[in-house]
Structure formats: structure tokens, C-alpha cells
């Protein structure tokens, strides 16, 4: 038999309080007398009631819903900031539902549908590349969102990203100071604009010093290619192997790491320097000490809470600029430290 759904009345008649303010209890931000909130409260788990979100959601038109949609969570850098950016949309008073895609055009479209049927107050795209049918369709709704560790460059989307221009051009001036002769990168996927932008000054760097890239393959952020890049870059002569290596990220780090010492028996720095970026944690365990430039994931996850929280309650609508956080080199054993060489 199915048993009869605890409505609020319910709770309202036990507590002996009005339905109004068994509704205050349960919403973020209402107002409630401390009595009265013990009595709703009292009475809400003594008949296991519990709010139903998405019938409040029609009625008040907010659902308290936030949806975060995630590409890919294989890179250790977004377990960790989206555990923060979670916990900080909650201490907001929202909910976070997750919903995984892929970059392929078709599949985001699907997961936004989903989520607009779910009516979320906001949505945060990490680590997903936006179309412009994308972006006018939550913009037609008025749908706030917010780009995590990405960006685009277009009008109306917040972008919340770190210095990635500026950490690849770091990266190039410390191994030009470590007095590298033959400097290779590893690219991440072309269509990301961190990858983009953290290239572009990787490159700045090298031809501020009249310097050329002298070797690149492409590793797609994925781990077998990210292996195969490696193998196809090192596994060669001497001559034409890289005595310098920038990776665009720590995840393909770690894998580059691995094939040039264990795979080709060449040593890490002593043959071969090697830097990343993102420094996860990972990246600090003495199995890799690598040198890296730093997400500051925590500042990265406020900005973008402030950003979406300031459309949602329209405290700010014109908060649809690119924020980029300061990323800092973390100098560890896995590079070459150039003599006499100070953090900046």
C-alpha cells in the first residue's frame, strides 16, 4: 500500500503554527522566531516530512536550484574546486545539482535542456566551451550563467579564469633562466580557451627573448593522448629531444613524467625539465615534485559565486566580465631552478 505523503498542513497542525510559517521555516532567507522553528522543526521529524523544492519552485518562481554542468572530471584539478564551489553555492542556501557532458555540440544542448527544465536559477559551465545558441538560450529565459575556468569572447557571459597568459609566459621566462636550449610544450585541447590563452603566452615569453617553440604535440587533456604525445616528442635522437618540457596542465604532466622516466629512462631534471599547470595536489607529492603555475582555486570559486549570486538577485546585471585570478609559478624539483632564482 503507498502511504500518505506528510504534506505541510501537517506539520503546521502538529506544530501548532499556520502553514505560512512552516513555509518561512523551510526557505533560505525567511524570517522565523526561534520558538517557532524549533516547534516546525520538532514537528517536521516526528512525521518525516520534507519540503518538495521543485512544487516551492512554481510557486515562488526561484527554485534555489543551481546547475553546474562539468565536461570532464579525469584533470584532479576539478574534483577539488567544484567540492568548494559547491559548498559555497550551499552556504548560499542553493542546491547544486551536477550534471556530466561531453564537449560535443549535440550533448551540451541535451544537458541544458534538462537543466532549464529543472528550472535552476543559474548555471556554472566548468571546464565546457559555450555556443553562442547556448548562451542566447539561457540569456532568453533570464537565466543567469557563469563560465568556470573558461571564457569566451563574447558580450553578456561572466568568465571566471585564472592568469593563464600570463602563468604560460612565467613558465617561458623560468626555463629561458634555467638556460634551456631546446623548449617543447604539450598542448591540452585546442577548442579550451585556458589552453589558447596559457600557449599564447608560453610563446609571448619565448619571442620576447628571440626564442622558437622547438617542439609541440597535442594531448587533448586525456591521458593516452597526453602518453602518445610524449612517446612521439622524446622517443627520438638526442639531438631532436626537448631538454625543456611546459604541459598544459598537471594532469598531462604527471603522465609526461612518467613515460620520460620510467618508459625512456631519461632523468627528471637532470636530462629533462619538466612544468605544469594547475598544481593539484598531487603535484606536491615528492613521486613528482613538480614545478607548476598555480590555480588558486578557492579566490577562483568566490569570484564565481559573487558573479552569478549578483545576477540571480539582481544586485548587479552587468557582471558578465572576464575575471582572471592571479596564478603564481610554485618552483618545486621537477624543473631546473635557475641560479639565483627568486619567486616573483
Not at 554542468?69 to 584533470?75: K, R, T
Not at 543559474?122 to 543567469?144: E, L, T
Request: with cysteine; net charge neutral; glycine share 6%.
Amino acid at each position: 500500500m503507498t502511504e500518505t505523503r506528510i504534506t505541510s498542513l501537517d506539520v503546521a497542525r502538529l506544530a501548532g503554527v499556520s502553514q505560512s510559517a512552516v513555509s518561512r521555516v523551510f526557505t533560505p532567507g525567511a524570517s522565523a522566531s526561534k520558538k517557532t522553528v524549533e516547534k516546525v522543526r520538532r514537528a517536521a521529524e516526528e512525521l518525516g516530512y520534507r519540503p518538495n523544492i521543485l512544487a516551492r519552485a512554481i510557486v515562488s518562481g526561484k527554485s534555489r536550484i543551481i546547475g553546474l554542468v562539468v565536461a570532464y572530471l579525469e584533470n584532479q584539478f576539478y574534483p577539488e574546486a567544484l567540492e568548494k564551489l559547491s559548498n559555497a553555492l550551499q552556504q548560499e542556501g542553493y542546491h547544486v545539482l551536477i550534471f556530466l557532458t561531453s564537449q560535443k555540440h549535440g550533448k551540451i544542448d541535451d544537458v541544458v535542456d534538462e537543466m532549464l527544465d529543472y528550472q535552476v536559477d543559474g548555471i556554472v559551465f566548468a571546464s565546457v566551451a559555450m555556443s553562442s545558441d547556448i548562451a542566447k538560450r539561457c540569456q532568453n529565459v533570464g537565466v543567469p550563467v557563469v563560465q568556470f575556468n573558461r571564457r569566451e569572447d563574447r558580450k553578456g557571459i561572466a568568465a571566471v579564469t585564472s592568469e593563464n597568459f600570463a602563468g604560460g609566459k612565467a613558465v617561458a621566462e623560468f626555463l629561458l633562466a634555467g638556460e634551456h636550449a631546446r623548449i617543447g610544450y604539450i598542448a591540452g585541447w585546442e577548442g579550451a580557451s585556458t589552453q589558447r590563452d596559457r600557449e599564447a603566452g608560453f610563446l609571448e615569453g619565448l619571442k620576447s627573448a628571440k626564442r622558437a617553440l622547438f617542439a609541440r604535440e597535442v594531448g587533448n587533456f586525456d591521458f593516452e593522448q597526453a602518453k602518445a604525445a610524449t612517446r612521439a616528442m622524446f622517443d627520438v635522437p638526442n639531438d631532436r629531444r626537448p631538454d625543456a618540457l611546459f604541459v598544459a596542465n598537471d594532469h598531462m604532466a604527471f603522465v609526461a613524467m612518467d613515460v620520460i622516466r620510467h618508459e625512456l629512462c631519461l632523468s627528471i631534471p637532470g636530462e629533462v625539465s619538466v612544468v605544469g599547470f594547475d598544481d593539484v595536489p598531487l603535484a606536491a607529492w615528492l613521486s613528482y615534485n613538480l614545478t607548476t603555475v598555480r590555480q588558486r582555486a578557492k579566490l577562483m570559486v568566490e569570484e564565481t559565486v559573487r558573479a552569478l549570486l549578483a545576477q540571480i538577485e539582481a544586485i548587479d546585471t552587468a557582471i558578465t566580465r572576464n575575471i582572471a585570478v592571479e596564478a603564481p609559478l610554485i618552483v618545486r624539483g621537477s624543473a631546473r631552478i635557475p641560479e639565483g632564482w627568486t619567486d616573483k
